[in-house]
């Protein structure tokens, strides 16, 4: 088998175990999995940025404080920086992030020529220009900028890779083991169907994501009962038998 041929093979297997997983998952967690959020684009954004290395509830408040301080973005790009900075103290490093938000909306409606800024643009745009176009922002990355396409009321399939749905692909040997969270992005979504829509895109994410908050944990994860275990190289090698706990043959009696 040539290079070119064994690297096809690779992919396709990779493809092949995707949709596996995907089927499982969504049997365990029950797809379709409806919409968290039906924030704008410009707002997505915004609550997004918040939540970097915050627990949902915290950043959640801190948005809700920040929405109730301040009614407009404009209002937010023109606060003093300490008052923006207090009103989503919630959050990680508002210190940092309060800046961060005004340098963002200030870049946002430089770009946008004076016209309506809250990014509903980006639907009219294929998905890699909508994303290149957030990714010039200070501070957005992959993961943002796919959220800000599928959370929002853009619903578009963008497919963003969190910590927990890193963490299932790589065990379950969808990426290598040395792949990083922004590189996963496009590996990982370049094995799901090029014509699924953003409600199966979403779907895959929540229930990968959903996996490893439940079973797929970063400590202790709890293998014997996993879902996936059967095609898993990180559960086989962590359960005797390579059996889940519901499918362990019990002795005659």
Known sequence: MSPAS????ARAERQELAL???????????????FFATKDPLSELISSLLSHRTRNQDSHRAYQQLRARFPSWDEVRDAPTAEVEAAISPCTWPEQKAPRLQQILREVGQRCAGGPCDLAFLADLPIPEARAWLEKLPGVGPKTSAAVLLFSTLRRPAMPVDSHHHRVAQRLGLIGPKVGEAAAHKQLAALLPSDWDAQQVYDHHEVFMFHG?????????????????????????????????????????
Do not use: M, N
């Open 213 to 253: 908050q439940k079973c797929c944990y970063f400590h202790t994860p709890a293998c014997g009962r996993c879902t996936l275990l059967e095609r898993c190289p990180f559960g086989q090698a962590r359960v005797p038998g390579g059996k889940r706990e519901g499918d362990i043959e019990q002795p005659a009696t």
């Open 6 to 9: 064994a690297t096809d093979s």
């Open 20 to 34: 596996w997983a995907h089927a499982k998952l969504c049997t365990e967690y029950s797809c379709p999995v409806a």
